[in-house]
């Protein structure tokens, strides 16, 4: 048997269609992911790279709603209840109908957790707190870019589960684990939060260079641009999305 490092995998609703994106989802769960990370489309995606990007843009060119997102969310979660599924947007999407009312929603639809990268840990307009009162967890974003000190106080904030971003920078360039890379692991992890490792994770390589300093690797954009390239061709995506999902999470072939 190989050893196996869990996977958070990154999905755009609705992305190219409701239809295709859960076929993807669902040959993510066969290659092997832990985790969806579903990512709310959102119109101006900051950290977010090209494939995302375009991704996202061409899911809100048809008008699609948040409810829309949360609608594909509960199918998925209805089909595979044992994956842990979160959410991963910007801060107006949350903020604007309310921080509490939207994780209600969120929770409501069997979403485990919050990933809200541009909502501080320390001024995140109470999402903390709402997330725990419907059983959900906030995971804030650390990245290399953070100071010294405002990195060791989020490790030290007491959060169960931290995303820590491998670079700065946007998503889907390739990321090189190196030396500096799991110092500033050791760092996040320094308080005692679990740590989701992402930001241009493509191969199994990398999920190896990572496996002792991360409970689970984050990939997304590769997993986008498989959709992208194989969306006309739905078995061809399936085992295209399944044979990468089963690269990245078994360390030894």
Known sequence: MSEKIKLMSHLVAGYPTDEIAFTAACSLVKGGADILEIQLPFSDPSADGPAIQCACTEVLSRHYRTSDGLAFIKKIHQEFPEITIYIMSYGSLVYTPGVKEFCEKAAACGVKGMIIPDLPFDFDEGLTQACTDCGMINIPVAAPSM???????????????????????????DTKIDQSTLEFLKKVSAGGSKIYGGFGISNGQQS????DYVEAVVAGSVFVRIITENKDDCE?????????AAEITHLNG
Do not use: M
């Open 147 to 173: 100071s010294s000190e405002r990195l060791e106080k989020l490790a030290k904030a007491g959060f169960p589960y931290i995303y820590a971003a491998l670079r700065t920078g946007i998503t889907g360039t």
């Open 208 to 211: 190896a260079a990572l496996a």
């Open 236 to 244: 061809k995506l399936a085992a295209a999305v399944t044979a990468k």
